[in-house]
């Protein structure tokens, strides 16, 4: 067993560390995530953030350099991603586009579609969202209702989607729709490419726990999408929704920076105030779910540079993280005590983020896929259990 990166992916890591104590904006790299007036001025920082890194072709790393990235491997993805939270740099936005509709358009589209969309995404001059989960349709995807009906050269496509990341500021959506009413389940379902801001969307901010309002309702009425921007074939979108689907879960290496940086202010905390027994052993398990965390990512980034399949242990990798966040914000709100819970004012701790963190993390739970589906897939797969 070797838990080392390689010397070009170290080399790789020191070149990165340098770039980004360099172009870190200022307000970040020191905890304090810089205020913004507004989600619409927080997007546009970011969009113009990720259009700095892409300049200097560090988004998407692993992508192929055609289309703005460095065409290298696994380890150094890992490591772009590791280094940007342990800098505190802004995160990257179009993180749907990068992460989940590059791979399956490379994957699935035409040269034409390729050609057409995939240099903008890394550039951020074309945002992306996903547009599958429904009211009635959600870990059960395949009883999605939105329909596309073919009309000569394009399709004519009403429905209602729910809980779409960013939608308000996407220039285009991967969509899940019915393009054969006849059949039920996976079959009949189509993956298109839609433009948002197509006559007949109309995107409804909803307002999350945290106060934000990063997730929407869309509406789709009668809204035309060309033929040319069906992706595969019609009829065979499942196929591709699962290739974007799998990636959406795997290596987590951010989630990992910010769990070790939560575990270091809980560390500062005892040595101030000190701690009973009970916190002490509060705070040893945290550590070691911490160390497992790093392990599992390991295991899995070994898996890959090998050029292995991610299988089941993806999900278990999503359940152990999701899990373990949720456990270690209970136990930093609870050694603050009160004051933790507060939104702001001097007593606030940092400023409020540890409550909106906190409160964010209840949906670690859902998203990617919901814990007890995730439970599931390896309640079948790994264990053998049966349905
Ligand atoms: C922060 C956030 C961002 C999101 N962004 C997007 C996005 O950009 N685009 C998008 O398309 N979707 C997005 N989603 C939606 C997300 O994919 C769904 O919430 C998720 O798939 C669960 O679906 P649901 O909410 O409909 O819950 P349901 O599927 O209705 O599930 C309700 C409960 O029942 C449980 N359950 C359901 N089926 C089973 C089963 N077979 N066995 C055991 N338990 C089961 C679930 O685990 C859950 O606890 C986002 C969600 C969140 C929280």
């Not at 692993?62 to 505190?88: D, F, I, K, S, T």
């Not at 802004?90 to 990068?98: C, D, S, T, Y």
């Not at 373990?324 to 409020?352: C, T």
Request: hydrophobic share 40%; charged share 25%; with cysteine.
């Amino acid at each position: 067993m070797d838990l080392r990166f390689s010397p070009a992916a170290e080399a790789f890591r020191a070149e990165l560390r340098a770039w980004l104590v360099a172009h870190t904006p200022g307000g970040y790299g020191h905890g304090d995530a810089q205020h913004h007036a507004s989600l619409d001025d927080e997007f546009e920082f970011h969009r113009a953030w990720q259009a700095r890194l892409a300049a200097d072709r560090w988004v998407g790393v692993h992508w192929p350099r055609e289309y703005g990235g460095r065409g290298v491997g696994p380890e150094e993805n890992y490591l772009l991603q590791e280094e940007m939270a342990q800098a505190r740099a802004p995160e990257v936005i179009n993180r749907i586009g990068v992460n989940l509709v590059g791979p399956s358009l490379m994957r699935h589209g035409t040269a034409a579609q390729r050609e057409r969309w995939l240099s903008r995404i890394l550039s951020c001059e074309d945002v992306w969202c996903q547009l599958f989960s429904e009211p009635g349709a959600g870990s059960d995807l395949t009883a999605l209702t939105t329909r596309a009906d073919a009309d000569g050269d394009h399709f004519v496509v009403n429905g209602r989607k729910l809980w779409t990341s960013w939608a308000q500021y996407a220039d285009y959506g991967i969509l899940l729709a019915r393009t054969d009413p006849a059949v039920k389940g996976a079959r009949g379902i189509s993956y298109l490419v839609i433009d948002m801001r197509a006559p007949g969307v109309e995107v409804r901010p909803l307002r999350q726990l945290t106060g934000s309002t990063e997730f929407n309702e869309v509406l789709l009425e009668n809204v035309t999408v060309p033929r040319d921007d069906l992706i595969g074939e019609l009829n065979g979108g499942w196929a591709i929704a699962q290739t974007t689907l799998a990636h959406e879960r795997g290596t987590s290496p951010r989630q990992l920076v910010i769990h070790r940086m939560l575990l270091d202010s809980l560390l500062g905390l005892v040595r101030e105030r000190g701690a009973d027994q009970a916190r002490r052993d509060q705070v040893a398990q945290c550590a070691i779910e911490v160390e497992i965390a790093r392990l599992n990512n390991l295991r899995t980034l070994t898996r890959l540079v090998r050029g292995e399949k991610l299988g089941p242990e993806s999900s278990f990798i999503k359940l152990y993280w999701s899990e373990m966040s949720q456990r270690m914000h209970d136990v930093v709100m609870e050694a603050h005590g009160p004051a933790g819970a507060l939104w702001g004012g001097e007593r606030a701790v940092a400023d409020g983020r540890l409550v909106r963190s906190w409160l964010y993390y209840r949906a670690a739970s859902i998203f990617a896929g919901s814990n007890e589906i995730q439970r599931n897939i390896i309640a079948q797969r790994t264990l053998g259990l049966p349905r």
